[in-house]
């Protein structure tokens, strides 16, 4: 399966053993927009992006492992893209525009995240190196965590292109969900938390029919970014990142729950006009759903290809 990066954007990512980074960046800046479901998020310039804020543009989304530690890794990010000249020019000085969402991965008894080098690091590695399946921020990334990590299935960043009304529609997402991943494809559970005999727990069912739970709160969370080359305003861009939760909802069972952060982020680079936004926001629903399944299984068989094309001048049509 090929995931086609958007013009405009490049992914990089670092981690070590346990937990890592995944990075969006545009140089150059793209429309921005999130749309937070969860109750228990860590996030990062959320804020900035409601469509009633000022700045439009964002120079990175950043995705990182180390629960709230982990917002030091975005802080790396700031300094590569202040060191490469992007950002807001203000008073003859450049301040990147950086933003993003952690989960939870804090399952070693010592504490590990990744800090300002890590996000640094992962700057440098754009589009140099793979960053699906247990890369990055889907380092230590789990699913179906309802009886606790013992019971609970591996996870990892997924993501899936979806090519529409002549625009690209690509999801990266890193699911580190309570819940179970569902795919509506086959009609099964494909991760999630696991009984005794080692099958399929359901954890939906589990929770409506009594059953016994470990909850803890903000342990979870599933967080990712629409990435689109079609013309966006502050407001479609927001529309995008909220359809996208719908994805996410028929893909993940239960979802955005009080002990979930989930977080979706969108960006626009701008370079291909849109014709109905109704056909992105289904397309960024369907791209999210898909890759939901893929972050837990086949993630590192994906092929990544970033788009060079010339809107102007090539004749690509949507299949």
């Known amino acids: 399966m090929n995931i086609v990066i958007p013009k405009g954007f490049k992914i990089g990512c670092a981690q070590d053993e346990f937990t890592g980074v995944t990075v969006i960046l545009s140089e150059k800046g793209a429309m921005g927009g999130a749309d937070c479901r969860g109750g228990a998020p860590g996030t990062r310039e959320t804020d900035l992006l409601r469509p009633e804020k000022m700045m439009d543009k964002v120079n990175a989304v950043v995705l990182s492992g180390g629960s709230a530690y982990g917002l030091a890794s975005m802080t790396g990010v700031s300094d590569w893209l202040a060191a490469h000249g992007c950002g807001y020019k203000t008073m003859g000085k450049t301040v990147p525009i950086v933003t993003g969402a952690v989960i939870y991965d804090l399952n070693q008894k010592e504490i590990h995240y990744p800090d300002a080098k890590t996000g640094f690091e992962a700057c440098e590695n754009a589009g140099k190196t793979p960053f699906t399946g247990q890369y990055g921020a889907g380092r230590g990334a789990t699913v179906g965590?309802?009886?606790?990590?013992?019971?609970?299935?591996?996870?990892?960043?997924?993501?899936?292109?979806?090519?529409?009304?002549?625009?690209?529609?690509?999801?990266?997402?890193?699911?580190?969900?309570?819940?179970?991943?569902?795919?509506?494809?086959?009609?099964?559970?494909?991760?999630?938390?696991?009984?005794?005999?080692?099958?399929?727990?359901?954890?939906?069912?589990?929770?409506?029919?009594?059953?016994?739970?470990?909850?803890?709160?903000?342990?979870?969370?599933?967080?990712?970014?629409?990435?689109?080359?079609?013309?966006?305003?502050?407001?479609?861009?927001?529309?995008?990142?909220?359809?996208?939760?719908?994805?996410?909802?028929?893909?993940?069972?239960?979802?955005?729950?009080?002990?979930?952060?989930?977080?979706?982020?969108?960006?626009?680079?701008?370079?291909?006009?849109?014709?109905?936004?109704?056909?992105?926001?289904?397309?960024?629903?369907?791209?999210?759903?898909?890759?939901?399944?893929?972050?837990?299984?086949?993630?590192?068989?994906?092929?990544?290809?970033?788009d060079d094309t010339d809107p102007a001048t090539d004749k690509w049509e949507c299949d």
Request: proline content about 1%; overall charge positive; charged content about 15%.
């Open 145 to 306: 965590k309802i009886r606790g990590l013992k019971y609970a299935s591996k996870s990892g960043v997924g993501a899936y292109t979806v090519k529409v009304a002549g625009a690209t529609v690509t999801a990266i997402i890193a699911v580190n969900a309570l819940g179970d991943v569902f795919d509506s494809v086959t009609g099964k559970i494909v991760a999630g938390a696991k009984a005794n005999d080692g099958s399929f727990l359901d954890t939906e069912r589990h929770i409506v029919s009594g059953g016994l739970m470990k909850l803890f709160m903000g342990t979870n969370t599933t967080i990712g970014c629409i990435l689109t080359d079609a013309k966006l305003d502050k407001v479609a861009a927001c529309k995008l990142a909220s359809a996208s939760h719908n994805g996410l909802a028929r893909a993940i069972r239960p979802v955005h729950t009080d002990y979930d952060g989930d977080t979706m982020f969108c960006l626009a680079s701008g370079h291909r006009p849109v014709m109905n936004l109704m056909l992105l926001q289904t397309a960024a629903a369907y791209a999210a759903e898909r890759a939901c399944v893929n972050a837990v299984g086949g993630a590192e068989n994906l092929t990544v290809i970033y």
